[in-house]
Structure formats: structure tokens, C-alpha cells
């Protein structure tokens, strides 16, 4: 499911070049429509705790799951802008749904080991983000129209599904509790929302605005835009599939600093970059440096709320409002200062809400 999830939603991020291209946007519009994808995502998941709690997150990720697919080649097709932003409000909807559900199964799996496998399980959904951005590059350097390609991957998405839908054994409904209809976090889940709002924030602008980048400002060959999230996807990919050992022998709390401190690197490096090489470098630092932190602050709220679901839907809940606003706030200050500098921006924010202390972080690991 964590495949799935990552080529899914890595398809259509890898090709926005091409979408800006073909409804002739400009970067702050640009940067204002990616956004709808985030309202989606953020609108599914205030609800997301409760449901999970009534429904079982086995329903909720093949529910998302299905919805996903059947949407992602409306968004590549769409003909206007305001298609567009209904296909991408949909999908993210859909994929916040398949994100709780899925972690929450992660969680539960977790629990049964009794040791830190988080990270490992995000590592597949970056090697499909990695497959996806591989994949993209070549569709968009062969001209494939973006539309076809996506149909392709719902294809992809879909086989996925069938493939996964026997595994997804853990039982986690729960009789639902009186008390708050949203999924907001409370005590000790809020420095964990912040955490993930870090690492959702340098993913967020690391995804959307590196081929941007790659594009205008070291103008590279349309063959080699998206290879700045092919730099970033693949650091992410190594460090999740490396980094529960890192997570047993530090702790989580360590990591996830290290790893924030490592990200801020890596967009300063981005912002002076002067050519090609030096930026995916720096894009594979941003990519060490968030990979850890998503993945750990979902592991230690599924462990400290009273049902994995309703931690993960709480931290995710405000943790991915960085994806409503680091799309549009990147794009009005790539129009009013340079991308550069905004990259240099949002490392410093990574940096300051990473090397937090984390109480909760404490107890994973």
C-alpha cells in the first residue's frame, strides 16, 4: 500500500512542469492551484480519526486507495484550471484517507514486532516515488502527454491494490468516544504535528518546485528537470530504508534533529548552487534530512494516542497543513525575492522545528 500510495501521488507531482506548461500558468498561480491538492488532504484528514476509529483502517486505505486511481488521470487531462483543482482536491482527499489508514496498519504491525519498522515501511513508499519520478522523467523527455501517463499508473496503482488487500490483517475499530468530531492533537501529539509539519514543509517544496528550479533558474534540458526529485526521492528511499537501525541505536529523538539540521543543508545548497551537479547534492541532503521525520512522529503518536488511527489522523491533520501552505507561500516568494531564497527559507523552519524537544519522541525507538 505504501507503493502504491508513493507512485500515485509521485506521478503527477514530477510532471507539473508540464502542467504549468499546458494551462500556461505562472508560478505564484501555480503555486496557489498545487495547493488545492493540500486542502484535500487536510479536509479528508480532520475527519480521518474518526472514521478510521468506526470504519478500521483496512476500509479506509482501500477506499482511498480506489478514489486515487480513478482520479489521477482527470488531474493530467484536466483542460482548465478549475478541473484541475476539483481532480486535485479529490485526490488529495483520497489519498489522506489511504495515508491514515495505511499508517495506522503500519502502526499496528509495528507494535507486533516490538521495534522500530516505521521508516522501513515509508522506504517502500519512496521507492515508489523514486519509480515514479524515474519513470516521469522519461515520459516527459519522450513528450508523452501527461494524461496517458497517468492512465498508465492508475493501472499501475490499481493491480497494486489487489495485490495488498489480503495483508492488511490488523483490526483496529474501535467503539467511537464522546467527545471532539475533528482530529485535532492535544498534548503530547502537538510536538509530534509540528515534527511532521517540518518534514511535510521540506517535502512539499523539495517535490513541487525542484523541477522549477532545475528549469528556470540552471535551465537544464527538459530531459533532466526531474532529476532533482529523482536526487531527492532516491536520498529519501536510502535513509527510510536504513534508518530504523540509526532509530534503534540514537533514538528517534536524535534522528529526527540530525536529520532536520541535515535538511537545512541541503536547501541552502540548492539556493548557491550554480549548476546542475551541486543541486541534486543538495537535494539528496533535503531528502536525508526529512525522510526521518514523518515516518517517526506518525510511529509515536500511533503508540501514544489511545488507537493508532486517531494519532496518526491528529498529527497528519496539522503536520500536512504544510502542504496548503508551502506550495502558495514558495510560489509568492519565487515571484517577489527568487525560489533560491525561498528555499533558503523553509531549511531554516525545518531546522528550528526539528531540533525541538520532543518528550514523546523519547519513548519510540
Given at each position: 500500500m505504501f507503493l502504491a500510495n508513493g507512485i500515485a501521488v509521485a506521478s503527477f507531482l514530477v510532471r507539473i512542469p508540464d502542467v504549468r506548461d499546458h494551462l500556461g500558468l505562472r508560478e505564484a498561480a501555480l503555486g496557489l492551484i498545487l495547493s488545492s491538492l493540500?486542502?484535500?488532504?487536510?479536509?479528508?484528514?480532520?475527519?480521518?480519526?474518526?472514521?478510521?476509529?468506526?470504519?478500521?483502517?483496512?476500509?479506509?486505505?482501500?477506499?482511498?486507495?480506489?478514489?486515487?486511481?480513478?482520479a489521477l488521470p482527470v488531474a493530467g487531462a484536466a483542460p482548465t484550471v478549475a478541473v484541475l483543482v476539483a481532480a486535485l482536491i479529490v485526490i488529495g482527499a483520497a489519498s489522506s484517507l489511504m495515508d491514515v489508514g495505511m499508517?495506522?496498519?503500519?502502526?499496528?504491525?509495528?507494535?507486533?514486532?516490538?521495534?522500530?519498522?516505521?521508516?522501513?515501511?515509508?522506504?517502500?513508499?519512496?521507492?515508489?516515488?523514486?519509480?515514479?519520478?524515474?519513470?516521469g522523467s522519461i515520459a516527459m523527455g519522450l513528450r508523452i502527454p501527461v494524461g496517458w501517463h497517468l492512465v498508465v499508473v492508475s493501472g499501475v496503482v490499481v493491480g497494486l491494490l489487489l495485490c495488498a488487500v489480503r495483508g492488511l490483517r490488523v483490526e483496529d475499530r474501535v467503539a467511537v468516544p464522546a467527545g471532539p468530531r475533528f482530529a485535532i492533537p492535544r498534548g503530547p501529539l502537538f510536538p509530534?504535528?509540528?515534527?511532521?509539519?517540518?518534514?511535510?514543509?521540506?517535502?512539499?517544496?523539495?517535490?513541487?518546485?525542484?523541477?522549477i528550479h532545475l528549469a528556470d533558474n540552471l535551465q537544464v534540458a527538459p530531459g533532466r528537470i526531474g532529476w532533482g526529485f529523482v536526487a531527492y526521492t532516491s536520498a529519501q528511499t536510502l535513509v527510510r530504508l536504513l534508518g530504523d537501525a540509526a532509530v534503534r541505536r540514537i533514538g528517534a529523538r536524535w534522528t529526527v534533529?540530525?536529520?532536520?539540521?541535515?535538511?537545512?543543508?541541503?536547501f541552502l545548497t540548492v539556493a548557491l548552487a550554480p549548476a546542475l551537479p551541486l543541486a541534486l547534492v543538495g537535494f539528496a541532503c533535503v531528502g536525508l534530512g526529512v525522510g526521518v521525520t514523518v515516518p517517526l512522529a506518525f510511529s509515536a503518536a500511533g503508540n501514544v494516542a489511545h488507537a493508532p488511527g486517531a494519532g496518526v489522523a491528529a498529527v497528519a491533520a496539522v503536520g500536512y497543513l504544510a502542504f496548503v501552505i508551502g506550495p502558495s507561500a514558495v510560489g509568492l516568494a519565487a515571484d517577489l525575492i527568487g525560489l533560491p531564497i525561498a528555499f533558503v527559507a523553509v531549511g531554516v523552519l525545518v531546522v528550528v522545528l526539528t531540533v525541538r524537544p520532543q518528550p514523546a519522541l523519547r519513548r519510540t525507538g
Open positions: 493540500a486542502v484535500g488532504v487536510v479536509s479528508g484528514l480532520v475527519l480521518a480519526g474518526r472514521i478510521v476509529s468506526a470504519a478500521g483502517s483496512r476500509r479506509l486505505t482501500i477506499i482511498g486507495g480506489s478514489i486515487t486511481a480513478v499508517n495506522a496498519q503500519g502502526v499496528g504491525v509495528e507494535r507486533g514486532f516490538g521495534r522500530s519498522i516505521m521508516l522501513g515501511l515509508h522506504g517502500a513508499w519512496s521507492i515508489g516515488t523514486l519509480l515514479a519520478a524515474i519513470t509530534l504535528a509540528l515534527v511532521a509539519f517540518a518534514g511535510a514543509i521540506g517535502e512539499a517544496t523539495a517535490t513541487d518546485w525542484s523541477g534533529a540530525a536529520g532536520g539540521v541535515l535538511a537545512g543543508i541541503g
